[in-house]
């Protein structure tokens, strides 16, 4: 039995109805339990199975999703061109700051 008095997340209280976070240990508030949903909905736009991060440790956000599919096409291409792990970090790192820098311009 759960003894949470507030949820771990946005610390709401009293906690009425609860659930176990789908990402980490926290127990959370059933409006936690629906962004979480949303996310996992995200996920699945995006090509990314939510079952492979049930119980990953954080919360995956816009930046996760960038990251994770530079991941993938990087090592989709380093079977064509054998490229290097420290090559595949390098490439995601400038790509991330060039769509940080696009965003940063847009605003």
């Known amino acids: ?4 008095k507030e949820c771990g997340r946005c ?4 906690l009425v109805a609860h ?3 789908w990402f ?3 127990t959370i508030c059933m409006g936690c339990s629906a962004k979480e949903d949303e996310i996992k909905r995200k996920m699945k736009e995006h ?4 079952n ?7 919360i995956p956000d816009e930046n996760f999703f960038v990251k994770e599919n530079l991941a993938l ?3 989709k291409d380093r079977k064509d061109k054998a490229k290097t ?5 390098n490439m995601i790192n400038r790509s991330i700051e060039v769509s940080s820098n696009e965003h940063i311009m847009r605003k």
Do not use: Q, R, V
């Not at 610390?11 to 009293?14: F, K, R, T, V």
């Open 52 to 58: 492979d991060y049930e119980g990953c440790g954080f």
């Open 19 to 21: 659930i176990m976070s």
């Open 73 to 75: 096409e990087a090592l």
């Open 24 to 26: 980490t240990e926290e």
């Open 11 to 14: 610390h709401i209280s009293p």
């Open 1 to 4: 039995m759960w003894n949470e």
């Open 85 to 89: 792990t420290k090559e595949i970090i």
């Open 47 to 50: 090509g990314l199975n939510p």
